[in-house]
Every structure is written in structure tokens, then in C-alpha cells.
């Protein structure tokens, strides 16, 4: 099993900032894509920014110079720097990696959520 652990969710002003980290834990070769979405209450899922296996990013454009998605590629982490919040920015977030487990195939995960709230 895989598992995804989300931290660093919070209440802060607008204008703030936050850092969420992400770490895959369990057995498995390789950590491919990872991305964080993120779904505010009565929207759809949305997918805000993604790191790929070689370091390339992407950013959904409301967020664009605003966040900034890294990875440790030893630690088999994922980290979204917030900063310059907006009260559009609350939204519970989740983690995504793309891993390639044990029986050589690429299966998604997802974690739990955590929820970030802005607002004055």
C-alpha cells in the first residue's frame, strides 16, 4: 500500500501565505507526476499545479507567480508554496502522485485533503 500525507492547511489573512507538503510513504520503484488539486465547496475539482518526473511545472492561471510546486526526488516529497493568498485561494487541497509500484505499473493516488481558508 501507498499512502499520501498532506500537511500545512490553514486560516490566514488575505494577502498571506502557506506552505503544504506532501510525502509518499510505502513500497514502490519510483514516483512519477506528482500535482496538487484543489475543490472549493460547490465546484468541481481543479487541478492547480503539476511537477513532472524531469522538474518541468504548470500552473492553472489563476495561481500563475503567485504559487510554486517543488519536489524532493530522494525524500519523495511534494511541497505548494502559497503566497499573495486570495479569499478565491480557500478551497480543500489534495495531493496526486503518479507511482509506479512494486508490479511495474503506474497507479494514481491521492491523498486525504487539507483545507485552506482565506479570508479577513
Known amino acids: 500500500q501507498v499512502q499520501l500525507a498532506e500537511s500545512g492547511g490553514g486560516s490566514v489573512q488575505p494577502g498571506g501565505s502557506l506552505r503544504l507538503s506532501c510525502a509518499a510513504s510505502?513500497?514502490?520503484?519510483?514516483?512519477?507526476?506528482m500535482d496538487w488539486f484543489r475543490q472549493a465547496p460547490g465546484k468541481g475539482r481543479e487541478l492547480v499545479a503539476t511537477i513532472t518526473e524531469d522538474g518541468s511545472t504548470n500552473y492553472v492561471d489563476s495561481v500563475n507567480g503567485r504559487f510554486t510546486i517543488s519536489r524532493d526526488y530522494v525524500k519523495n516529497t511534494v511541497t505548494l508554496q502559497m503566497n499573495s493568498l486570495k479569499p478565491e485561494d480557500t478551497a480543500t487541497y489534495y495531493c496526486?502522485?503518479?507511482?509506479?509500484?512494486?508490479?511495474?505499473?503506474?497507479?494514481?493516488?491521492w491523498g486525504q485533503g487539507t483545507q485552506v481558508t482565506v479570508s479577513s
Open positions: 496526486h502522485a503518479n507511482i509506479l509500484t512494486r508490479r511495474i505499473i503506474n497507479v494514481d493516488y
Open positions: 510505502g513500497t514502490f520503484f519510483a514516483v512519477n507526476v
